[in-house]
């Protein structure tokens, strides 16, 4: 057995063992979008709650109510500095919503809007948040038709915190899921990467970095539409690289579907600006936020054709092929790099950039 499988077949191995969470308190790594986080779910919650329509584990439940297929989804926005370049929490929490159900192959209806505020946040910061969600809301041709507010004592809440719900309507008849890549399939980035992650951390004003990024935050439901309708029974998942990056979510299709993605790293766009500032602050653009970009995994002998369909929506004019599916090493991202040599790509255990959404 060769170096190279023995340390395959470790990987696996511990891969394989159950979650369980060694930690007696929280840390932000729980909440990073990597190992911890996967843990954490596993480990606590789906144990806890575990039931037919959770255990998927994607971005939204697909429900079956009085005959129509619904997309159900939730999530909490906590993002610092709430306001950056390319957006803010507000128009942050109503894409990152519609988005969800948009992976789900939903087209999105109605959200609920959920504010904690802390005791002496500006009102007119509050009118300038509601104010986008009021915006972004009306782009993705959305309603914002429930909601609750609380108010914490000072110091309790980082001025505002905003959760979201949301559900769509599934109108075609397409099977959405991050285990269904087989060997074959390609694997397609709507965009260039990262951009989101460098615009908070350039907010955030802690390195000295100036640079022209600005988030790539947007409702991505309309060139998910698309791409089905082009391609109605070939695509097989589809995921926003929001947490932990392109290279978490092709981690969650490898381990879900039992099978390799191999990617190649002359083909990941990112941006020269994105790319300085990573290389300055010593991070790996694959595992940096992005808010307005998808990871698609579709047929390979239909790659073109997702490609063309793509790139002809304003939000996927840099489109690009990245890899494919292969089917050993089960479970693994390998990335094929410049230089010829092969690298494993895993699921980060810590937290490079915590707050980002």
């Known amino acids: 057995m060769s170096r190279e499988q023995q340390v395959l077949d470790r990987i696996e191995r511990q891969r394989r063992r159950r979650p369980v969470v060694r930690e007696e308190r929280i840390t932000l790594a729980h909440g990073a979008g990597g190992q911890a986080t996967h843990t954490l779910i596993e480990a606590v919650f789906l144990d806890a709650f575990r039931n037919p329509l959770l255990a998927p584990l994607d971005d939204g439940a697909l429900l079956d109510l009085a005959g129509a297929r619904t997309a159900f989804t939730t ?3 906590v993002v610092s500095p709430l306001f950056f370049p ?29 504010f ?7 009102v007119a910061d509050l009118r300038r948040i509601t104010a ?46 991050a285990a269904g890549a087989r060997p074959g399939d ?20 802690d390195f000295g970095i100036e640079a022209p990024i600005t988030s790539d935050t947007a409702p991505l439901h309309g060139i998910v539409a698309a791409l089905l309708e ?29 099978a390799a993605v191999v990617l190649h790293e002359d083909a990941i766009p990112v941006t020269p600006e994105v790319t300085g500032v990573c290389e300055l602050l010593g ?9 307005g970009r998808f990871v698609a995994v579709v047929d390979g002998e239909h790659a073109d054709k997702a490609l063309s369909t793509l790139r002809s929506h304003p939000l996927g004019a840099d489109a690009a092929l990245i890899g494919t599916v292969a089917p050993s ?26 707050r980002i959404c």
């Open 116 to 122: 904690i505020l802390e005791e002496g946040f500006p």
């Open 283 to 291: 991070l790996d653009p694959l595992y940096v936020a992005c808010e």
């Open 75 to 77: 999530d909490s926005f």
């Open 86 to 114: 390319g957006g803010d929490i507000g128009d942050l929490a109503v894409n990152g919503t519609v988005n969800d159900l948009a992976m789900c192959g939903a087209r999105p209806v109605h959200l609920s809007a959920g």
């Open 329 to 354: 090493p089960a479970g693994l991202v390998l990335l094929r790099t410049a230089f010829g040599g092969t690298r494993v790509v895993d699921v980060l255990v810590g937290d490079p950039l915590p």
């Open 230 to 258: 082009a391609l109605p029974e070939h695509v097989r998942t589809l995921r926003d690289a929001t947490r932990g990056g392109v290279a978490t979510v092709l981690n969650e299709v490898a381990r879900a579907s039992e």
């Open 186 to 205: 390609a694997v397609i980035v709507s965009g260039p990467i990262g951009a989101h992650g460098a615009a908070i951390m350039l907010a955030r004003d």
């Open 132 to 177: 986008s969600m009021a915006a972004a809301a009306r782009a993705a041709e959305v309603t914002i038709v429930t909601g609750d507010t609380k108010v914490v004592e000072r110091g309790k809440a980082d001025g505002c915190y905003v959760t979201t719900a949301g559900v769509g309507l599934v109108e075609r008849p397409v099977t959405l899921s």
